[in-house]
């Protein structure tokens, strides 16, 4: 457990009143990135305060009307689930990180360049966005921020979110291998020929068709057929 001085604030707002809790950052971190599924050796000090400042104590009543309960616990989740923590530089940092390759990974995956209707390089959105100097927010969804930077690329890169629908035959020897990563990409139908050979007819973002055919080929020794469907 940390010293007080390295300790992170939570903070809650509820009926008007607002409250504080100090938290170890590592383990809060980990707790909210979903890789620690507990709570213990988060908390620093088993108190609720008005204002950490001040030293001064939330009253028990109004810890009562604000979270149900006065179990420390139960109010340590609910600090965690619907507060805001605090970060220190170093996690702030990385979650503005993970965050933005997150985004350019999703527009990346799904998205085609309208001219010439091959996905974007990764690259290519990096640099777009260090020129309209887009800052991520690290507190705000995904989803919300890409439709954000999708408004200010769009005049700099011709984009265009589609799908594409594709038939896939596999020969027998490769059909039961390719199976699991060809389901992956969603199967809309099958067919397994008597001769072994494997029928399917898939559907993905147009972004991913590129990837899918590079793993079906090194999965099938390029020995797969594929053909795009209207």
């Not at 940390?2 to 971190?29: C, M, N, Q, R």
């Not at 609910?78 to 965050?99: A, H, M, P, S, Y």
């Not at 887009?134 to 005049?155: A, G, I």
């Not at 972004?207 to 020794?221: C, I, P, R, W």
Request: charge should be neutral; aromatic fraction near 8%; proline fraction near 4%.
């Amino acid at each position: 457990m940390v010293s007080l001085d390295k300790a992170i604030l939570a903070s809650y707002d509820k009926e008007g009143k607002h409250f504080e809790i100090y938290v170890d950052p590592t383990p809060t971190y980990q707790y909210l990135e979903g890789s620690k599924k507990d709570l213990r050796n988060i908390l620093v000090v088993e108190e609720v305060y008005e204002d950490t400042k001040k030293g001064d104590r939330a009253k028990a009543a109004d810890i009562q009307k604000a979270f149900g309960t006065t179990d420390i616990y139960e109010i340590l989740k609910i600090f965690l689930e619907k507060g805001e923590v605090q970060l220190t530089t170093e996690q702030r940092r990385k979650k503005v990180e993970d965050k933005r390759k997150q985004i350019i990974n999703m527009i990346c995956r799904e998205a085609i360049d309208v001219r010439t209707g091959a996905p974007i390089p990764v690259q290519r959105i990096e640099n777009a966005m260090e020129e309209l100097r887009f800052h991520v927010d690290p507190y705000v969804d995904t989803k919300t921020q890409m439709d954000e930077l999708l408004k200010k690329l769009r005049p700099l890169i011709p984009i265009k979110f589609e799908k594409v629908k594709l038939a896939v035959k596999v020969p027998p020897e490769y059909a039961h291998r390719a199976y699991g990563t060809i389901k992956s990409y969603g199967i809309q139908k099958e067919q397994w020929l008597r001769d072994g050979y494997l029928i399917v007819v898939v559907e993905m973002p147009a972004g991913m068709q590129g990837e899918f055919l590079d793993k079906l080929n090194k999965l099938t020794s390029g020995q797969v057929e594929t053909k795009k469907m209207d």
